[in-house]
């Protein structure tokens, strides 16, 4: 039993003042985590290693071998963001914690297996609803009290609302899943996730996507993230709709090619 590291990287400079100054980020996902130690101060990254969980191993032991990982380095602050398909947005307005319990019958089909976990994203005045898993809940607020918890969907919220362009499409790609989130002149069109099996299947959400939010595709910034690079088939088919991509660069001075692959992770709020 273990995790197989399929991506590693550590600073060769030498800790001077020790990690109280850095964060300790992690992405987690179903087949695996991310774990990062970095400094908002000077956009430094001292570690990042990318951990897939090899063989079918249940919530607590995939939990497990994350805090393995992670008890290795003592950070001043720690967060960790969870990705979740299960989302939806709601208005401020129309948002109370007494109504909270009528979203999950809603969002999925099994509602007794699920936390709701609600976040708000002021900019957009708006809260994001998603679900988690109801034992990866309880079990991630027993081991990890010090972690600061966030939903994927509400970092990329928080990213794409400080990219520049009157009309923003943010792309995701997390293996064979895509999230899209929409926005035009500061407010949110919509936010949504596809599984797709080839790149039909792809070009057919994100496209699709995008012309029914915002009417056509002239004057779209798309900005792309996660597992896509320049060179992918993915990224030349998007070439033949887009005029505009972008790979976000988060300012970080370290792994300059590929940020893309972790804004999400390297986010820190103020």
Same mark, same amino acid.
């Given at each position: 039993m273990g995790t197989v590291v399929s991506f590693q990287y550590k600073s060769d400079l030498p800790l001077s003042e020790g990690l109280s100054s850095h964060t300790t980020?992690? @992405?987690l996902q179903e087949n695996g985590f991310c774990i990062a130690?970095? @400094?908002?101060? /000077?956009?430094?990254i001292y570690l990042m290693e990318q951990h897939d969980f090899d063989g079918n191993y249940t919530i607590r032991e995939k939990l497990a071998f994350l805090w393995e990982?992670?008890?290795k380095w003592e950070t001043g602050k720690a967060c960790m963001t969870v990705c979740s @398909?299960?989302?939806s947005q709601v208005p401020a307005a129309l948002h109370s914690e007494r109504n909270q319990d009528f979203y999950l019958p809603l969002l999925t089909e099994e509602p007794y297996n699920y936390q709701i976990f609600t976040e708000e994203v002021k900019l957009y005045g708006l809260w994001n609803i998603s679900g988690w898993n109801k034992n990866l809940y309880a079990q991630l607020r027993e081991q990890f009290p010090q972690y600061r918890l966030r939903s994927?969907? $509400?970092v990329l919220l928080q990213l794409l609302s400080g990219w520049e362009g009157r009309a923003k499409l943010l792309l995701f790609l997390e293996k064979n899943y895509l999230r899209l989130v929409a926005e035009k002149d500061g407010k949110l069109l919509g936010a949504n996730g596809f599984e797709?099996?080839?790149?039909? /299947?792809?070009?057919? $959400?994100?496209?699709?996507?995008?012309?029914t939010l915002f009417g056509g595709l002239e004057g779209v910034e798309l900005y792309l993230t996660g597992d896509i690079e320049p060179s992918s088939l993915l990224y030349v088919s998007l070439q033949k709709y887009f005029t505009n991509i972008h790979f976000p660069d988060t300012g970080h001075t370290s792994l300059?090619?590929?940020l893309h692959r972790f804004c999400d992770l390297l986010y820190e709020e103020d």
């Open positions: 980020s992690v @992405r130690l970095h @400094r908002a101060s /000077d956009k430094s990982t992670a008890k @398909r299960i989302n994927e969907m $509400y797709f099996n080839n790149k039909n /299947d792809f070009l057919y $959400y994100s496209v699709g996507f995008a012309q300059q090619h590929q």
